[in-house]
């Protein structure tokens, strides 16, 4: 199950038309747990830093911690996590970083944010708007 999550995980950026290049970071699989960091060059030339740490109990997987770190020339332009903090939010734990705050978000995967990316840097009047 958790080999098959992480395969799955991967084959989604691998997939993206928006994503230019993958380097694996760090990544695991043991019986109960998963755990994979990378860092995916988009094709406007911005970074993505994934992080997913994952478990498995009772046959059901569980998303323990994400986070999904966008920055271009190094500077942020929006962090997703689920990170157990800003509980002023309604929607603790989901949140998201900008420059101008921390903000409401839903609970987001890998697919939501490559989806959320590539409206915008696909757009040829927004190609370089990060």
């Known amino acids: 199950m958790l080999e098959n999550f992480l395969a799955d995980l991967k084959a989604s950026l691998t997939a993206s038309p928006i994503v230019k290049d993958i380097e694996i970071l760090d990544e695991f699989v043991t019986s109960v747990s998963g755990f994979l960091d990378c860092r995916v060059l988009l094709i406007d030339e911005s ?20 986070s999904y770190h966008l920055q271009k ?15 002023e939010l309604s929607t603790f734990p989901f ?3 900008m420059k101008n705050g921390v903000h409401e978000s ?5 697919e939501d944010i490559l989806d959320e990316i590539s409206e915008i840097i696909q757009e040829p009047t927004n190609r370089n708007c990060f």
């Open 47 to 66: 970074e993505l830093f994934v992080t997913e740490y994952f478990t498995v109990l009772k046959d059901k997987l569980y998303r323990d911690k994400y």
């Open 73 to 87: 020339n190094d500077k942020l332009i929006k962090r997703w996590d689920n990170a157990p903090h800003h509980r």
């Open 95 to 97: 949140h998201i970083h």
């Open 106 to 110: 839903k609970e987001m995967t890998v």
